[in-house]
Every structure is written in C-alpha cells, then in structure tokens.
C-alpha cells in the first residue's frame, strides 16, 4: 500500500479539529496527533489560557 501524506486540519478554537481528526485517523487506520496537547505539555498550561 502506497503511504499516504500526513493530514492537517486547521481552523478556530473550537470549530472540530481535534474530534474530526480522531475519526479521519481511525477511519485511515493512522496516528493521531494533537498539537494542543503537545503544546501544554511544554507549556505546562491549558490552550484557552496561553491563547
């Protein structure tokens, strides 16, 4: 099977990013990554506090 190229969703707090990309990576048999979380582990805060 031919590797597919990573997908990025992008859009406003709130809008869906992170629920639609949990399915797309199921529905894709991918991983799943949240920069959010990414982002408040090295931040050691919440996103709607740093934004």
Same mark, same amino acid.
């Given at each position: 099977?031919?590797? *597919?190229?990573?997908?990025? =969703?992008?859009? %406003?707090?709130?809008?869906?990013?992170?629920?639609i990309?949990? *399915?797309?990576?199921?529905? =894709?048999?991918? %991983?799943?990554?949240?920069?959010?979380?990414?982002?408040?582990?090295?931040?050691?805060?919440?996103?709607?506090?740093?934004?």
């Amino acid at each position: 099977m031919q590797d *597919l190229p990573n997908l990025f =969703l992008i859009g %406003p707090m709130g809008a869906g990013k992170s629920t639609i990309g949990r *399915l797309l990576a199921a529905e =894709l048999a991918r %991983p799943f990554y949240d920069s959010d979380h990414a982002i408040q582990d090295r931040c050691g805060a919440d996103i709607p506090w740093i934004f």
